[in-house]
């Protein structure tokens, strides 16, 4: 069990280290640089070459992939060149927000879309389940953006209930105590909303696929045949089809976290996806670099603790056989 | 063929796709006039759906803010969107193809990296990559193609690593080895053949998934560029007037969802055929 997470978390390093490296030859690789959107089109040569020379831009690219990698090791993310802040502090006020977003949709949608599953599952074929399905499938389909529109035309727009973008109202800094959690609550409601639905749907899909799979084995007949309570006969299948579903939720936190980019940019959240977006805008190298590793860190610690899930919900995985 | 028509879901995703079709293939008929006129923008923007604007002209899902008729962009857009994704799809077909192929069929350091690199890739966050991609090189059509196509080509990597592990332990592959057919014939003739199915099956889920992909690349101008019509920039542009003109942003959001539900209850149908929930033979 340790030895397999051991391998597992050297796994996790090499794809952050990959990331990085990826992330660090696209950024070179492609036309443009830093200085020339700071300066903007009216520079001159002399101009650009005294700029790349101050951000370091003009050693050679091994050099520099060096020193940033140094850098970061040390904890010292570098200042964004687009404006002027440290990245550690721009990271540090945008990934709390990002990972609450995350977090809390993955847990909504997880237990919302294995209820949905189980409740289909166990009423296999009746019209509700086929209501459901079309419910979810449709869910599933929707782009999350989209979605995200919608939800922010009707809810501010026509029932004037709920704040449309941000994390906090332009009050926030004036409210103090509960009042100041229902202005955060408020302004999480929609975007948290959008990642949800879109989750749930899928969710509830591979719930109902998979509890199907397991009806089919021959324990469950044998449950049934020795006269097992219904009740009892789904949850030995929900205990069983728990494990591709934790599964599925560690391969789908890149999804997720994808998901919040497009959300973020629809709510004007502050969390990394939409520092991410401006930083590539402006080829603000530093920020780009940070945001990319941070993301990739989310979710690989988020894999892991799925993988460790799973091998606490299933024996067999825990056992060194396998 | 006739199993398969047989199954509801089966009938709704092959019209609702043959519909779109029609519609991006038949896009100067069914929507007269051109997607990206704007002849009086004063004078035709925002006009509701179902109705004419003061030129007499009718429009079915109403006006945009340039006075540029919806049910043309759309119709206009399908081709777009269709195309570009459905293109994606096909490389990232081919690629994991390749890839899955190539790690399937030998054996050793060779198999283990290429196995390597797509469980990497599996790893990365899409739509960081998709921002790199799409953001650092100026934005088209044919970039987006490419960008999809090689940031989608790891599952089906890793199913046809799958099948053709599967099947060249099968007698008929064996049966062609003995008979000194060389590797590339026996992959290409008997191997991949029988590998088709899923493959199909996972490019009708990826066709799905590549259009909402693609209008989101659109959506944040990373995409096809206005004036042309995709349904992402469709999206985009509507976000700015969604209180007074909401039609503008929910007809295209609507067309892929339409869309992208097809495709999925589809895959689902094609899926059951080879091998039905609840049998032996599933997963």
Redesign the interface.
């Known amino acids: 069990m340790l030895a397999r997470l051991g391998r597992r978390a050297i796994a996790a390093v090499?794809?952050v280290v990959?990331?990085v490296t990826?992330?660090f030859a696209?950024?070179h690789?492609?036309?443009?640089d830093p200085v020339e959107h700071l300066l903007g089109p009216a520079a001159t040569p002399a101009q650009l070459a005294a700029g790349r020379h101050a951000l370091g831009l003009d050693r050679s690219a091994a050099a520099q992939f060096l020193s940033w990698l140094s850098g970061a090791a040390r904890g010292d993310w570098g200042v964004s060149t687009s404006t002027g802040r440290p990245v550690r502090r721009l990271l540090a006020e945008a990934w709390p927000a990002t990972a609450l977003l995350i977090g809390l949709s993955l847990l909504l949608s997880y237990a919302c879309g294995v209820a949905l599953g189980a409740a289909q599952a166990a009423r296999r074929g009746s019209s509700t389940d086929t209501a459901l399905s079309i419910a979810t499938?449709?869910l599933?389909?929707?782009?999350?953006?989209?979605l995200g529109?919608?939800l922010?035309?009707l809810s501010a727009?026509v029932f004037h209930v709920l704040p449309s973008f941000g994390a906090a109202g332009l009050d926030a800094d004036l409210l103090s105590g509960w009042a100041r959690l229902l202005d955060s609550a408020r302004h999480l409601a929609l975007p948290l909303a959008t990642l949800t639905l879109i989750g749930v749907g899928s969710v509830a899909r591979f719930t109902r696929?998979a509890m199907?799979?397991i009806?089919?084995r021959p324990f469950v007949t044998a449950a049934r045949a020795k006269g097992a309570a219904p009740w009892r006969v789904l949850r030995h299948v929900l205990r069983n089809a728990l494990t591709p579903v934790i599964i599925l939720l560690g391969?789908s936190l890149?999804?997720l976290?994808?998901?919040a980019?497009?959300v973020e940019?629809?709510f004007a959240w502050p969390g990394v996806?939409r520092v991410?977006?401006e930083a590539?805008?402006a080829r603000d190298y530093p920020v780009?670099m940070a945001a990319?590793t941070v993301?990739?860190m989310l979710?690989?610690a988020g894999?892991l603790l799925a993988d460790a899930l799973a091998a606490w919900t299933d024996p067999r995985i825990r056992s060194p056989g396998a | 063929m006739n199993r398969l028509w047989r199954d509801r879901r089966a009938r709704y995703g092959a019209v609702v796709l043959a519909a779109m079709a029609f519609l991006a293939l038949a896009a100067p008929l069914v929507a007269p006039g051109d997607p990206t006129a704007q002849p009086d923008v004063a004078g035709t923007r925002f006009v509701p759906p179902l109705t004419s604007d003061r030129h007499g002209v009718f429009h079915p899902l109403g006006t945009d803010r340039f006075g540029r008729d919806v049910w043309a962009r759309l119709a206009y857009g399908a081709r777009v969107s269709l195309t570009v994704s459905g293109l994606a799809v096909l490389v990232s077909v081919a690629v994991g193809a390749a890839i899955g192929a190539a790690s399937g069929y030998t054996a050793g350091a060779l198999s283990t990296a290429l196995l390597g690199v797509t469980d990497?890739a599996?790893?990365?966050?899409?739509?960081?990559l998709?921002?790199?991609?799409a953001?650092?090189?100026p934005p088209s059509a044919a970039l987006v193609v490419v960008v999809l196509g090689v940031t989608g080509w790891m599952p089906i990597a890793r199913l046809v690593h799958g099948e053709v592990r599967t099947l060249s332990t099968r007698p008929f592959v064996e049966g062609a080895v003995a008979l000194g057919a060389r590797p590339t014939r026996v992959l290409w003739r008997h191997i991949l053949p029988n590998a088709l199915t899923p493959i199909v099956i996972a490019a009708a889920f990826g066709v799905?998934n590549a259009i909402?992909l693609e209008?989101?690349l659109s959506?944040?101008g990373l995409g096809v560029q206005p004036p042309a019509a995709s349904w992402g920039n469709m999206?985009a542009s509507?976000?700015d007037t969604?209180?007074n003109a909401?039609w503008v942003?929910?007809a295209p959001?609507i067309a892929?969802?339409l869309v992208?539900?097809a495709c999925?209850?589809l895959g689902d149908a094609l899926q059951d055929l080879i091998a039905p929930?609840?049998?032996?033979l599933?997963?």
């Open positions: 090499v794809v990959g990331v990826l992330t696209l950024l690789l492609a036309p443009g499938v449709t599933a389909a929707i782009p999350g953006y989209w529109l919608m922010v035309t727009y696929g199907l799979d009806e089919a391969l890149p999804a976290f994808s998901g980019v497009f940019a629809v996806g991410l977006v590539v805008r780009v990319t993301s990739a979710v690989v894999n | 990497f599996l790893a990365l966050p899409r739509a960081v998709l921002l790199l991609l953001s650092l090189w799905g909402t209008a989101g959506f944040l999206i509507g976000r969604l209180v909401p942003a929910t959001g892929i969802a992208v539900v999925t209850l929930k609840g049998t032996a599933h997963r």
